[in-house]
Structures are given as structure tokens and as C-alpha cells.
T-cell receptor
Framework: DAKTTQPPSMDCAEGRAANLPCNHS???????VYWYRQIHSQGPQYIIH???NNETNEMASLIITEDRKSSTLILPHATLRDTAVYYC?????????????FGTGTRLQVFP | DGGITQSPKYLFRKEGQNVTLSCEQN?????MYWYRQDPGQGLRLIYY???????QKGDIAEGYSVSREKKESFPLTVTSAQKNPTAFYLC?????????????FGDGTRLSIL
């Protein structure tokens, strides 16, 4: 599975859009980009995933560059409850073990 | 509501004791997983099961055992052979092991040694 690189921390004002970047320059053609977040002392929460097209759901939007080497998770109107560690994960379609490899993520702090 | 239920939320183990962590899902998912998270660290895969009555070792299976007798249940036993069991244990499930099937997590069990 490809490795990902994320900034260790980011701040965002409440009500503004939070744009969280992720680099995955070694991604291969059949690997998906997944985003999860983890609030302290809770299990990771699935947010969104995509292969090559941009995706949107009720929580967020995922923008994947044309060469697929990077992506951005967008929380359109951040709230204080969005304060969490956000993980970008690359996951293969035919992975033998199907494990999720969580890196150190980006700690997003939303402030009033 | 559909989801994954882990119990108990907190668990304490005495030396030499086996303890079992419960994981139940009502999402009708075929695949289930157990991960371990240590403070400030990422998740490490302990065991996973793609179908009832079948399971596979993950990266750190030593000192742990599992069973998958029912589709909705995947209990994890932490045996006395696991010398450093203090951690946050997370159970997940997904509709399959293909890359486009998200894994959904429970809220975890925090295990400590007395």
C-alpha cells in the first residue's frame, strides 16, 4: 500500500472551510484514497473515499488531482465538533490483508 | 440504529488472566477486524475475518485469539501470553475486503493491567 504524507496540524475558524491536504505520490492505479477522523477516546469515523473522481457526501468533499498523487479533504463549514485527527489512507483493491494503515494524521483545531 | 457495539468500554486485567472483548455488528457485514492502538500511534491489525467460521492473523496476533461463529459477532480474547496488553482495542466491519468497501469502527475498549 502506498504511503501518505499529511501536515501534522492545522487551524480553522468555525464556519469557514477546512481544507486538509494529503500527498500520496506512489499511489497505484487500483488504490483508493480514504479519509477517516478520530476524536479523542473514540473509534475512527469513516468520512469519504474515492478512486479518481471527486466525491461529495453529507460530511465532506474529496478532491483528487488528475495525476492522483495528492488529494484534499474539504469540510465546507467547520464546526467545533470537527476538531479531531484526520487520517488520509491509501488502500488497495486486492490487498491480501485488507488492513488500514493509519499514519500520524493531521490534527485539526477548529476555533470559535 | 445500525452500527458496531463494543463492550465493555473499560476493562481491567489481572496478571495471568484471560479477558474477552465483545464486538457485535448489525450492519450485515461479512468482514470484521480487530485493531490495537497505543498512545500516539496508528492502528495495528490483530485479526480479521472475511466470513463466518474463518479468520486470519494480522500483524500482531501473538497473545490474542478470536472466533467467528456468527456473522454479527467477532469476540477477541487477550490471553496471559500477551505481555503488554494495555491499549485501546478497536473493532471494525465492512461489506467485504475489496478496496472500495469502507471499514466502520466501534467506539473501542480500553484495556488496562491491574
Amino acid at each position: 500500500d502506498a504511503k501518505t504524507t499529511q501536515p501534522p496540524s492545522m487551524d480553522c475558524a468555525e464556519g469557514r472551510a477546512a481544507n486538509l491536504p494529503c500527498n500520496h505520490s506512489t499511489i497505484s492505479g487500483n488504490e483508493y484514497v480514504y479519509w477517516y477522523r478520530q476524536i479523542h477516546s473514540q473509534g475512527p469515523q469513516y468520512i469519504i473515499h474515492g478512486l479518481k473522481n471527486n466525491e461529495t457526501n453529507e460530511m465532506a468533499s474529496l478532491i483528487i488531482t488528475e495525476d492522483r498523487k495528492s488529494s484534499t479533504l474539504i469540510l465546507p463549514h467547520a464546526t467545533l465538533r470537527d476538531t479531531a485527527v484526520y487520517y488520509c489512507i491509501v488502500r488497495g483493491y486486492n490487498s491480501d490483508t485488507d488492513k488500514l494503515i493509519f499514519g500520524t494524521g493531521t490534527r485539526l483545531q477548529v476555533f470559535p | 440504529d445500525g452500527g458496531i457495539t463494543q463492550s465493555p468500554k473499560y476493562l481491567f486485567r489481572k496478571e495471568g488472566q484471560n479477558v474477552t472483548l465483545s464486538c457485535e455488528q448489525n450492519l450485515n457485514h461479512d468482514a470484521m477486524y480487530w485493531y490495537r492502538q497505543d498512545p500516539g500511534q496508528g492502528l495495528r491489525l490483530i485479526y480479521y475475518s472475511q466470513i463466518v467460521n474463518d479468520f486470519q492473523k494480522g500483524d500482531i496476533a501473538e497473545g490474542y485469539s478470536v472466533s467467528r461463529e456468527k456473522k454479527e459477532s467477532f469476540p477477541l480474547t487477550v490471553t496471559s501470553a500477551q505481555k503488554n496488553p494495555t491499549a485501546f482495542y478497536l473493532c471494525a466491519s465492512s461489506g467485504g475486503t475489496r478496496g472500495n468497501q469502507p471499514q466502520h469502527f466501534g467506539d473501542g475498549t480500553r484495556l488496562s493491567i491491574l
